[in-house]
């Protein structure tokens, strides 16, 4: 609830301040999205085995293609705010019960949020501008366990679950004039601590290529 507040009250901050700037005469509203290659870097101590003094931790899959849609207000040609939803893809790893024990554990886990950022950009040519972005994410995970052998996961209760995390959310890349009102996105972001130890913990990054819509 805390978090769907914060981006109640960021998505109000933005609506005023566009209008304010529109009477201005700014051009500065703007929706968009993007897709493209996403990884999910893994904490190595991620899917702990209950009594299991020595185990080993592997990546399955830790690549996917990561999709998202935005929208956002600029208050003049070097400041923006902007609010997305993205879909970072899903990811796998497994721990293994050293020898003399038997067993694993595998994750599979799907990862997806919310981001609010402050957008600073710098224009280089009248078709051309730079930019860089700070916030937070506000993430969702959600997971399909399974295990072998004698395997117990710690603080696993079923073979569902879903945890919820926010970390800092920073990007950077560039943008570029097509037509009056459509610009296409070239963009590298990365969200810090997501999801869950039990689920399977880390920091996920996207590259990504999209167009926006400026009204």
């Keep these: 609830m805390q978090r769907l507040v914060l981006v109640l009250w960021a998505v109000l901050a933005l609506t005023v301040s ?18 493209g290659p996403s990884k999910f870097s893994y904490d190595t101590g991620s899917l702990p085995i209950v009594n299991s003094p020595a185990s ?3 990546v399955n899959d830790d690549s996917d293609t990561a999709f998202k849609i935005y929208g ?7 400041f923006a705010a902007e609010v997305g939803i993205v879909d970072y893809g899903k990811f796998s790893a497994t721990r293994t019960v050293n020898p003399p024990g038997n067993g694993t554990a595998r994750s599979d886990i799907t ?8 957008v600073g950009l710098a224009p280089i040519a009248g078709a051309v501008e730079l930019f860089g972005k700070a916030g937070f994410l506000a993430a969702g995970t959600h997971a399909t366990r ?9 603080g696993a209760n079923s073979s569902d679950d879903t ?17 009056r009102s459509v610009w296409g996105r070239l963009e ?16 996920v990054s996207a590259f990504t290529l999209g167009a926006s819509y400026r009204f």
């Design 163 to 179: 945890a919820s995390s926010t970390g800092l959310h920073v990007a950077a890349g560039v943008n570029f004039r097509i037509t």
């Design 146 to 154: 399974s295990t072998t052998g004698s395997v117990s996961i710690a």
């Design 188 to 203: 590298y972001e990365r969200a810090y601590g997501i999801g869950d130890t039990k689920l399977g913990k880390g920091d």
């Design 18 to 35: 566009g209008t304010a700037a529109a009477q201005r005469g700014y051009q500065q509203l703007y929706v968009g999205g993007g897709a």
């Design 111 to 118: 990862v997806t949020g919310i981001y609010v950022d402050a």
């Design 72 to 78: 956002g207000w600029r208050f003049n040609p070097y």
């Design 56 to 58: 080993t931790f592997s």
